[in-house]
C-alpha cells in the first residue's frame, strides 16, 4: 500500500557522469529532519538565473508561488509549484534553466543543505 500522506513530491535536478544536468522524479520523507545550513526567500529574478546555470550549492528549494519550467542540458521540461519540492544538485557543467511559465514572478525559498549530509531524496522507480 502506497501512503502518500507520509512524502511529499520532489524533482532532483543532478549531474551525469559527463557533466550535463538532469532530473529525476520522486518523493521526500515528512517529518524528517532535515541536515541544512541556513535558509531565505526570494522573490526576485535575476536575468542570469533564466539562462543555463548550475546550482550554486545543493539546496532544497520551495515554490511558495508561481508555477516555473526548468530545462535541464537533454532539452528536457518538467514543472515545478507550490507542493512540489525542488532538490537542486546540479552543480557543475552547463547546468540548467528555467523560465515563468504561471503567475508575474517566482517566491520561493532557499534552503542549502549541510556539507556531506543526506537528502533523503528517494528516486520513483522506473
Known sequence: MNDNSEFIFAV???NEEDGSSSFEKGKLPVLKKLNTTTFWISNK???WEKVDHPAPRRQYVVTL???IRFK???GS???IEPGII???EDVEGKGHSWEIE????WERLYI???ENAESFFIADSM
Do not use: N, W, Y
Open 86 to 88: 525542488l532538490l537542486a
Open 12 to 14: 532532483r535536478l543532478f
Open 77 to 79: 521540461t518538467f514543472l
Open 102 to 105: 504561471e503567475g508575474e514572478r
Open 65 to 67: 508561488k508561481g508555477k
Open 112 to 114: 542549502p543543505i549541510a
Open 45 to 47: 529574478t535575476e536575468e
Open 72 to 74: 535541464v542540458s537533454d
